[in-house]
T-cell receptor, first 112, second 110 residues
């Protein structure tokens, strides 16, 4: 069966510090991978998605970036965090664009 | 206009009640439809896919109306454990993007 991992689960970072969140998927190959952010009491905002190694599509211009160095690894980064980057970051995978998505447990980021 | 719109609620219903949520989508090219459940401070989890002919899973029934561009979720015999936020998700097979509604909050009251 497939599983998706995210770490860390919780993170508190000062404004201006860098960020690296990692997501890995097990039990499948060549998944489509997604990063979402959910602000408190809000809906999911798509940040990036990837259909293959090194292929990244950005949905929202901001100070975040994503990379996919391996087939089942997706990394979300920032060089300098802003207060507005606080939120619940979720990684998801799917077999294809018409199959359901499965989410990782998420990382709750607080920027102070 | 948002791709997917849901009534945010909250819906507060007694145990045993039947409750229905609707969700409208704006793009007629949408091809795949899903309902997810999200508990407080947790990740969304797939509740059910929505098929053109409608589908049922125990107490849950999902329906799709392509002509009016909406999907619905019916929960019968509500349980306390059904309390959560229900997210409507729509996908167009081209573009690899999933569009999420902001969710409908349900609280089942003893």
């Amino acid at each position: 069966s497939q599983t998706i991992h995210q770490w860390p689960a919780t993170l508190v970072q000062p404004v201006g510090s860098p960020l690296s969140l990692e997501c890995t998927v097990e039990g499948t190959s060549n998944p489509n991978l997604y990063w979402y952010r959910q602000a408190a009491g809000r809906g999911l905002q798509l940040l990036f998605y990837s259909v293959g190694i090194g292929q990244i599509s950005s949905e929202v211009p901001q100070n975040l970036s994503a990379s996919r160095p391996q087939d089942r690894q997706f990394i979300l980064s920032s060089k300098k965090l802003l207060l507005s980057d606080s939120g619940f970051y979720l990684c998801a995978w799917t077999y294809s664009s018409y199959n359901e998505q499965f989410f990782g447990p998420g990382t709750r980021l607080t920027v102070l | 206009r948002k791709e997917v719109e849901q009534d945010p609620g909250p819906f507060n219903v007694p145990e045993g009640a039947t409750v229905a949520f609707n969700c409208t989508y704006s793009n007629s090219a949408s091809q795949s439809f899903f309902w997810y459940r999200q508990d407080c401070r947790k990740e969304p989890k797939l509740l059910m896919s929505v098929y053109s002919s409608g589908n049922e899973d125990g107490r849950f029934t999902a329906q799709l109306n392509r002509a009016s561009q909406y999907i619905s979720l019916l929960i019968r015999d509500s349980k306390l454990s059904d309390s959560a936020t229900y997210l409507c998700v729509v996908n167009m097979r081209t573009g690899n993007q999933f569009y999420f509604g902001t969710g409908t909050s349900l609280t089942v009251i003893p």
